[in-house]
């Protein structure tokens, strides 16, 4: 069975600082990895996601995140926060591009 | 650039009450999904579909539900008769195929059933 854990279930930085929000799967197969944004009442928008090739990637509003088979993990991060960055943030992954299955979330506060 | 659309934006219902949630997928998109969230919870799976059945569901997705696609177009979920505890956002997504670069699955903006 597939499985998603985000370590750190609230995360607080100061406007300007890293963003690191941690996501850990676990799986047999190769997955298919994302990460969704959630701003208050409403839907999820995808910010990037990892399929095959670069483990490195890009995605909107200045977010990357990085595959490492080696520690089965996809953080994502932001060189620089902005106060609209403030959100919840789910990691999910897919196996054979089926259901998605996603982790708890983590509450990003940025302070001023 | 198309989106998946989601009807109503809000539904209160009384217990026991049966509701249809619908979902307009994104033209030719082929998999369809249901998931919920739960009030400051976790999204979770409930049903995905394809080729006019289900290709696969979770144990919340008991017998009070079922989907379809009365009209080839129309994605909806129905509850037959719901409970307190059915109370979240309901979201659709779609996607339009299965290999890498379709393996996205787009989301629509949700539904919010409560259950009163």
């Known amino acids: 069975a597939q499985s998603v854990t985000q370590l750190g279930s609230h995360v607080s930085v100061s406007e300007g600082a890293l963003v690191l929000l941690r996501c850990n799967y676990s799986?047999?197969?190769?997955?298919?990895l994302f990460w969704y944004v959630q701003y208050p009442n409403q839907g999820l928008q995808l910010l990037l996601k990892?399929?095959?090739?670069?483990?490195l990637v890009k995605g909107i509003n200045g977010f990357e995140a990085e595959f490492k088979k080696s520690e089965t993990s996809f953080h994502l991060t932001k060189p620089s926060a902005h106060m609209s960055d403030a959100a919840e943030y789910f990691c999910?992954?897919?196996?054979?591009?089926?259901?998605?299955?996603f982790g708890d979330g983590t509450t990003l506060t940025v302070k001023p | 650039e198309p989106e998946v659309t989601q009807t109503p934006s809000h539904q209160v219902t009384q217990m026991g009450q049966e509701v249809i949630l619908r979902c307009v997928p994104i033209?030719?998109?082929?998999?369809f999904y249901w998931y919920r969230q739960i009030l400051g919870q976790k999204v979770e799976f409930l049903v995905s579909?394809?080729?006019?059945?289900?290709?696969?569901k979770s144990e919340i997705f008991d017998d009070q539900f079922s989907v379809e696609r009365p009209d080839g177009s129309n994605f909806t979920l129905k509850i037959r008769s719901t409970k307190l505890e059915d109370s979240a956002m309901y979201f659709c997504?779609?996607?339009?195929?299965?290999?890498?670069?379709?393996?996205?699955?787009?989301f629509g903006p949700g539904t919010r059933l409560t259950v009163l």
């Open positions: 579909f394809y080729n006019n059945e289900i290709s696969e």
């Open positions: 799986s047999s197969v190769p997955p298919y």
């Open positions: 999910a992954v897919t196996f054979n591009a089926g259901k998605s299955t």
């Open positions: 990892y399929t095959t090739g670069a483990t």
């Open positions: 997504a779609t996607q339009s195929g299965r290999g890498v670069n379709t393996d996205t699955q787009y």
């Open positions: 033209s030719n998109h082929l998999y």
